[in-house]
């Protein structure tokens, strides 16, 4: 599985951003999907998941109202909507997959398959 994420950049307070990962991988439709965060110095930080068949759909508490995951299996790709970023969402975000099910959707150890990062960077 190879996953290429894309769309990150700078952007003012308040603004938007949508991030996109596309997935190499026969039967896309069979994993699940997500997004974590990295900042320097910290642990990843789940950001967003959504299950293979788009039947769960999960947000950390702090992006809840702001982020939207959402995914289109048919060109296999999955995507992060970010709207009314903060400069405390400034980080490196990746993103994930993982087959098996169910699956501890917050946890960095449940998902073998990680993209490089796209870095979002948020000026206040």
């Known amino acids: 599985v190879q996953l290429q994420a894309s769309g990150g950049g700078l952007v003012q307070a308040g603004g938007s951003l949508r991030l996109s990962c596309a997935a190499s991988?026969?039967?896309?439709?069979?994993?699940?999907v997500g997004w974590f965060r990295r900042v320097p110095g910290k642990e990843r930080e789940f950001v967003a998941a959504?299950?293979?068949?788009?039947?769960?759909?999960i947000y950390a508490d702090f992006v809840k109202g702001r982020f939207t995951i959402f995914r289109d299996n048919d060109k296999k790709m999955v995507y992060l909507q970010m709207n009314s970023l903060k400069p405390e969402d400034t980080a490196e975000y990746l993103c994930?997959?993982?087959?098996?099910?169910?699956?501890?959707?917050?946890?960095?150890?449940?998902?073998?398959?990680w993209g490089q990062g796209t870095l979002v960077t948020v000026s206040s």
């Open positions: 959504v299950s293979r068949s788009a039947g769960s759909i």
């Open positions: 994930v997959a993982d087959s098996r099910y169910p699956l501890n959707y917050y946890s960095p150890l449940q998902y073998d398959w």
């Open positions: 991988v026969h039967s896309f439709n069979l994993y699940s």
